[in-house]
């Protein structure tokens, strides 16, 4: 696959990306959904600074999808435990 270098605007700012030519339609996609979310947070709330806005979609798809604080804790300290894990077993392999 070749890459494409398109630009994307998320909360007003442009940015440019080099994605697989595949990838474009997702990537432009997630962009109109991340401004979607963004306008309907601006509606609910008062608040007009878009990183404010943006921090509270992090938050808010992070919850949406299952991930709690509780979860990302337990799930980085399994991966840095695997990592322990992995690199015991090839050194007593050795």
């Given at each position: 696959?070749?890459?494409?270098?398109?630009?994307?605007?998320?909360?007003?700012?442009?940015?440019?990306?080099?994605?697989?030519?595949?990838?474009?339609?997702?990537?432009?996609?997630?962009?109109?959904?991340?401004?979607?979310?963004?306008?309907?947070?601006?509606?609910?709330?008062?608040?007009?600074?878009?990183?404010?806005?943006?921090?509270?979609?992090?938050?808010?798809?992070?919850?949406?999808?299952?991930?709690?604080?509780?979860?990302?804790?337990?799930?980085?300290?399994?991966?840095?435990?695997?990592?322990l894990i992995d690199r015991i077993d090839t050194t007593l392999a050795s």
């Open positions: 696959m070749s890459e494409l270098s398109i630009k994307v605007n998320i909360a007003n700012r442009v940015y440019p990306l080099s994605v697989q030519r595949d990838e474009e339609e997702e990537v432009r996609k997630a962009a109109a959904f991340i401004n979607e979310r963004l306008k309907a947070l601006e509606s609910s709330f008062a608040v007009k600074d878009k990183l404010d806005l943006l921090a509270m979609l992090a938050l808010e798809l992070t919850l949406e999808k299952g991930h709690g604080a509780e979860e990302l804790v337990y799930d980085k300290a399994h991966d840095h435990l695997q990592a």
